[in-house]
């Protein structure tokens, strides 16, 4: 993919490889995180079956995250689909926003362990709140530098602008709820799928 604008210095494609690995990467060591449980004592059925009930917190952790790199994936693709053109800014935009995507094992890993503490789900959904911050930074800032492509049409864009702040708003809203109900939080996260399908709507242009 060619950069139709002048002041940019780097082709698209060289951020693309890099985020497809890292969330490769990330999305593998999510799984790292869960463990065959440890039984003491003698291993009966009863005791198996309560060391798997254990663990249901953290499977549930660990397929909450996972299927959110894969929403912020398939997101971050399709705006990078539609820009041109990568300056210096930009590039540190996306460096920043892969910080916050290979934290999420980590905060991942807290509410797994630690879901019974508030502390663990404010943690979580900062890292949340970080990934959509700079995502949506993504398509502001492109469209201010014009590093859209210029067959997309201006309307569309002002429409994934309110999308992406529609996820800067449910991630604020999962982050207000884990001080009130920090095990429900994570439900706020539904939301995302709709946001997610408007912008597939807009890439086949059929919105209207």
Not at 5 to 34: K, P, Q
Not at 63 to 70: A, D, E, K, R, W
């Amino acid at each position: 993919m060619e950069s139709r604008n002048s002041s940019s210095f780097m082709n698209t494609s060289r951020i693309e490889t890099l985020v497809d690995g890292i969330f490769a990467i990330a999305m593998t060591i999510l799984v790292l995180n869960l463990a065959v449980p440890e039984i003491s004592g003698p291993v009966t059925a009863l005791s198996f079956q309560n060391a798997i009930y254990d663990i249901i917190p953290s499977v549930l952790s660990f397929v909450l995250s996972f299927v959110l790199l894969g929403v912020f994936w398939n997101i971050h693709h399709r705006t990078f689909h539609q820009i041109k053109g990568v300056d210096g800014i930009l590039l540190w935009i996306n460096m920043i926003w892969l910080l916050f995507i290979v934290l999420v094992p980590f905060s991942n890993s807290l509410t797994g362990q630690y879901g019974h503490f508030a502390l663990s789900h404010i943690i979580f959904n900062l890292n949340m709140l970080g990934i959509a911050l700079f995502l949506s930074m993504n398509w502001y800032y492109a469209s201010w530098r014009k590093f859209i492509d210029e067959k997309v049409d201006p309307v569309r864009i002002t429409i994934f602008k309110r999308v992406y702040l529609a996820f800067i708003l449910i991630t604020l809203l999962a982050l207000a709820l884990s001080f009130i109900l920090p095990g429900w939080s994570s439900i706020v996260y539904l939301l995302v799928f709709p946001a997610e399908k408007l912008i597939e709507r807009q890439m086949s242009g059929s919105f209207f």
